[in-house]
């Protein structure tokens, strides 16, 4: 039985590994930290909890983390880096689901992110959290960062086609849309359902803190610095990416050959058959990505389609995955539900 | 592991159904049944469901549903009453999610269903399959008359009341909302998007078919015959019933306490703590039924707020419940699951 | 031309006002107040009215507001009773859409709003703004307490058979139903998109704050002082209000004629047909209530159906209609549009 | 005052067309067929019409079309075809809402639209309805050809830069998405709103008719063929189109002026400051397009945002333009609302 720990977890992140880790036959939380509602109930906080967990947020201080196999940071950014080592030196494992080690570039992060790193040697020793391309790394890292949810629809859905290197990787281009829940718990205007609900906008357009993230990953899947406009956008509904990715082929494939091979054995990722459109709702719940590719009127641009939803592959399922495979667990173990449709 | 049959199961119930018996483990779905979908995937009819069912609809004279431990009608009202004997006969125990055996008074049934029924004594022989009160009955019964999910939320708040006789049983009123999935996934004007989204409004106002269903349930509840309004309303959610019920309280009494002891024990219903408001998205995607009581600026008019989940609780939810009190197994086995918020 | 004067105006109500001045033939709007938002467009701040109010926010102090015919108080309640007196005294009209003016027994009102009153005399002189009761006074009053979103379609249903005295005036339900938009343009975590979206809960059933301010307009229109329950209800759409009211009946009547004889020749109250359900995108951006009687299966219970738009009849529309009668101008003037539907 | 005649109007572009005359000055309505509603009051089909119109639906048989000035076409595809002629020869001009007449390549038309054309003839006559750019042939137009719903918005966001010939034009992209009103009123299982509700999705990959119609008007506007790659998505939204459109800069320039340049003195184009991103509900029932220019990270992408209401500026609103134009009426004249927002 693993004992858990998670830092943070008033958000929505946190409630969906909560939601998880309740149902994770080896598994046991054995603290929760807010130093704002520290003493409350986490099922008072949580009412969908109820009856599932007895635990209370705590003072951090008071957490015994240290004493926990695996520590999860469901935080803002800039927190787990300044509180990884002193877990790391006591022997427990990390993974932070927010972006401080997600960037190997410190400079870019910091620039990305208007903040001085704290340990630039962790992000160094740091794995990157996106089992389809590190599974081998993750087994035995001591940190993951885990990756951001835009980044992971985005990168699934590339992937195939930049390792093949049969596309211009100068210009690729995602159109990404995203339920609210992408932007956090913490009240904001532009969250709210009033402003939120029966609307559609981009936002970021000049450059969103995804973009490096992003690049990052495709760079070293095509072995070169590659070139991405990236578009997010915000979608009246709850959970779910959506990832539109338009690439322009620089060699004849059969696209579809090539993304059922890519995927194959994958267990969170679905290749759809040639001409399907994925819903974000058929994956709802779900550590899932499911993926269609397309060429509209045989031409010379490809049309990958990518579908998460935001809270589970896009964060919080994620994270059990990594936690799974870190301790040898069956990788699908606690988070293979059957999405909610309708 | 018991052998299931569905028939019908293209609609919203039988989709749910499916995803939770595809989670069950000490069930097989064995076939299911469509005219309309023979030899369609079901995991290509609902994508929801990729990867986890190889099922295909079959054709319901190829079905062999007489050789399965128990069938399921998740049909619309009329079909069952035709198909139920036939499987009673092969020993087969049915469980339907329609109308069919819901009302014990046939010519009231006819009126309402503007139908002949076609099997009155299997009328007699059905259990009404509200656990709460019938989980006995239950446990040996041939035939479940599974309820409407109007009903069970709304019964499940009046029955403590009810049950101990300290309200004016000619005058309660039941004000209930539902999500939109509710109204089934065959294609009208008044549940399309562009009319039932940013819109709430009343219907069946003059009356509801689950009207003479929750008269029924309560007047035996009372030992007398009650005085019911009730009005339901169309929200603009998917999935979810809030019944916000008023009842004229004709003695003192500890609310609270009569509800928590009434539901002692009971794995689905969930009695809040004074003054609370649960929510719909608390019980989602959950078998839960979660209530609170209040009686407003101390006067004599109770208000009991009951939420559920329409398709779990007030449908394929409640059955599997019923199925697994059936067969002997755990009540909460595969329906367990921690509602999704967000 | 009248010169207008808006003390706020960041808020749903605000920008409701604007939309409506922005095109009244015979309104000019001199000066908006925000101190927040002070030098700032109002549309660059409300995109909606680019291209159709150059005007900026002002800090109050440079306003000028003394010079305007009507001001209208867009703030949040215990503001407009610190100024309204040296607006009055200079000899400007005041309508404030808070509660300050709304209730006649100061008592009451700190009770439930938890400030202690500014200015008592001025709550003896303002006048109830709504227009189906108090038409006449309204037109020479100097002070106007426009109603409050559920109290306006919650009075309107009721009126009819209150003032006739023919129900039972010491149980009167309302059982209330209100879009996001209700709650305000404030952050705050319950009305983010991810908390309200596909969600319904009651909420302030032990006491909302509209309570009072109901139970004063019926009680006044009883002649006694009236029991009300009022539940009010969070709905997943933006604007729009539905009330469901019931009310035991003491004698028998035409309640269909008696709604339509009371509202004959009310531009802004439309009694449906008998047997009809009222939908709130009926009215959604116009100042109508559009009302629905029932008697469920001919029993001694009625039912009233009340929608309007919580934003226009229930505050900015509203308002619009109180300054038309006050200045003698048609008053249906700029608050004719038909409803946006869908 | 002229005489307006509808044919169709039982969908949302039919209530949306008589939402805008029901208050144009200059309009009246002479007759509306529906041969399935002929009898129905217009009011009793759209409950947002009451008070505002007492026309009925009338069989087309009896609708004396050839006594109006002008006759509209809120039909499915098809119709108009038949019925244009005759219409034209006793000399009445005629808006198609619909698409018959919108592919100047009958063959291109056919193959696409799946029927044999009616009338060739009248296609090479009709004008392409979209003021921005054939303003002056609109004026003396018979027959008018309104644009499609995408077509507009992609259109007017792409315009600028392939007139001036500064992209790429073999590799146009527009990546759009649609309210689901756009799908019309027509009932059909995907746009309930069980399914299409919290969700997102993409359509039409390999095709859409939109595809055409926007490769016709663009190729025009390049003076030679161009490549674009279409595709529309489906948001949780009743009202609204966003594209998000992606080109290749083949030499450099300034867009943000280019695009004021190219929309100054335009009553509809809203060309936003630089940097910003239009969100649909800011044209919500108005007849706006609204456009921001970007070019992220200085690269040689440009994006551009084009924000629409499908209903309004993509179908009836920018018939009534065309209507205005066509009667030398202020073009804006009843097609000035300020969007609805919230």
């Not at 532009?190 to 609307?199: I, Q, R």
């Not at 059969?254 to 290749?271: C, H, I, N, S």
């Not at 058929?282 to 590719?293: E, K, P």
């Amino acid at each position: 039985m693993l004992k858990i720990g998670i830092v943070g977890g008033t958000g929505y992140t946190g409630v969906e590994l909560l939601r998880i880790l309740a149902q994770h036959p080896e598994a046991r939380i054995e603290a929760i930290t807010s130093r704002k509602e520290a003493g409350i109930g986490v099922a008072d906080f949580f009412p969908s909890l109820r009856g599932r967990l007895s635990l209370k947020f705590c003072d951090p201080a008071e957490a015994g983390l240290e004493k926990c196999d695996i520590v999860f940071f469901a935080t803002p950014n800039g927190i787990a880096m300044q509180q990884a080592r002193s877990l790391l030196d006591a022997g427990v494992r990390v993974i932070d689901l927010a972006a401080d080690f997600r960037i190997k570039d410190v400079g870019i992060w910091e620039k990305w992110y208007r903040m001085s790193h704290a340990c630039p040697d962790l992000v160094a020793e740091a794995i990157y959290g996106l089992p389809e391309i590190n599974r081998d790394k993750i087994r035995n890292a001591r940190l993951i960062a885990n990756p951001g949810c835009y980044p992971t629809a985005v990168q699934l859905g590339f992937l195939p086609v930049v390792e093949a290197g049969i596309v211009d990787p100068d210009h690729l281009i995602a159109d990404a849309k995203s339920g609210v829940s992408g932007a956090g718990r913490n009240p904001e205007t532009h969250t709210l359902f009033a402003e939120a609900a029966d609307n559609f906008k981009a936002y970021g357009v000049p450059g969103h803190r995804h973009l490096p993230e992003i690049r990052q990953g495709l760079s070293s899947a095509a072995g070169r610095p590659v070139g991405l406009t990236f578009v997010p956008h915000l979608t009246p509904m709850i959970r779910g990416i959506h990832a539109t990715l338009y690439v322009r082929l620089t060699e004849d494939a059969d696209l579809q050959a090539l993304y059922e091979k890519r995927y194959a054995g994958e267990p969170f990722v679905d290749v759809l058959p040639a001409g399907a459109h994925p819903e974000t709702r058929s994956v709802r719940g779900s550590n899932l990505c499911r993926i269609a590719v397309h060429r509209p009127q045989g031409g010379d641009t490809a049309v990958i389609l990518s579908v998460t939803d935001n809270l589970v592959k896009g964060a919080a399922g994620q994270a059990v995955q990594n936690m799974n495979i870190m301790f040898g667990l069956p990788e699908t173990l606690a988070i293979d539900h059957v999405p909610l449709l309708p």
